[in-house]
């Protein structure tokens, strides 16, 4: 498939539609509610990554499909209204993260941590429950196809 320009929920009730199946098929195979599965097509919320990718092996397409129009079609949407992050912006996150990992209390945590760790694990713990969740289901599936591919 090349660029697509529909969004998401449209394109997963188009596939299902088109293979016959029902909600409560795809949702039962993702391991979710009916209910879950319809907010993914009216698009009120976004599949997580793991969804994604059982989504792309119950339909036998490429995952990088929905990876791309979930990522294209999130970042149009949160980053269109938004101005373009000034130098004293990076400056002043550069300083929450130091001021953080430098607290009394943190300093213990973040000892043992490389860079790139102090850096995932700051980030990680400013996002909410649900982009905390998405983050680690892509990177198990990340992990997952990896492995996958050493093994070929």
Known sequence: MKKDK???NQYLKELRKSCGYSQEFVASHLNITRQTYSHYETGR???????LYNLARL????????????????????FATQPPV????????????LDYINAP???????PLDRKERM???????????DQQDIL?????????????RKR
């Open 105 to 111: 209390e943190n300093i213990r945590k973040f000892k």
């Open 86 to 97: 000034s130098d004293s912006a990076v400056s002043e996150d550069l300083s929450g993260f």
């Open 6 to 8: 529909r969004p998401l």
């Open 45 to 51: 919320i976004s599949p997580p990554v793991n969804s």
């Open 137 to 149: 289901s892509f990177m198990k599936v990340k992990c997952q196809n990896r492995s996958h591919d």
């Open 59 to 78: 339909y036998g397409v490429p995952a990088e499909e929905f990876l791309e129009l979930a990522v294209t079609y999130n970042i149009s949407m949160d």
């Open 120 to 130: 995932i694990l700051y980030y990680y713990q400013q996002l909410d429950a649900r």
